[in-house]
């Protein structure tokens, strides 16, 4: 008698908790994929401003191997993409290379809309 007990007590239990799953999963669904989301835009972001920091090694690298400026922005735009922009100023023997990137807007807009990478380098 005692087991019937029992297994009654259980059964209302199960049967009380009938729609939990589907709630647990209508909240935990776009949790986790605004989280996918966040991830991989901000792991665009940091391959954009990898590709910015190579341009304007690059454009240094070139200015040290050349001494002048002339394809300073199609190296730039080679390497970081065709919406990169490029300005370098020479004081004496450094040459301060600014080389901008646009990155893919965001909707929080939590992420710059540009990435920028400062580099100088001494000509020899």
């Known amino acids: 008698m005692r087991k019937i007990i029992v297994c009654k007590r259980?059964?209302?239990v199960v049967k009380k908790d009938s729609?939990?799953?589907t709630a647990e999963f209508a909240i935990v669904l776009p949790c986790a994929l605004v989280i996918v989301l966040v991830l991989l835009g901000l792991g665009r972001a940091v391959v954009c401003a990898m590709n910015c920091h190579d341009a304007a090694a690059q454009v240094a690298y070139y200015m040290?191997?050349?001494h002048n400026d002339k394809a300073a922005a199609s190296i730039a735009q080679r390497v970081a993409g065709s919406g990169a922009s490029v300005k370098v100023s020479k004081?004496?023997?450094v040459a301060n290379i600014v080389v901008k990137c646009p990155l893919i807007p965001d909707?929080?807009?939590i992420l710059p809309p540009l990435v920028e990478s400062h580099v100088s380098q001494v000509l020899a």
């Open 10 to 12: 259980r059964l209302r």
């Open 19 to 21: 729609g939990a799953v």
């Open 64 to 66: 040290v191997t050349h």
């Open 91 to 93: 004081s004496g023997n």
């Open 107 to 109: 909707p929080l807009h």
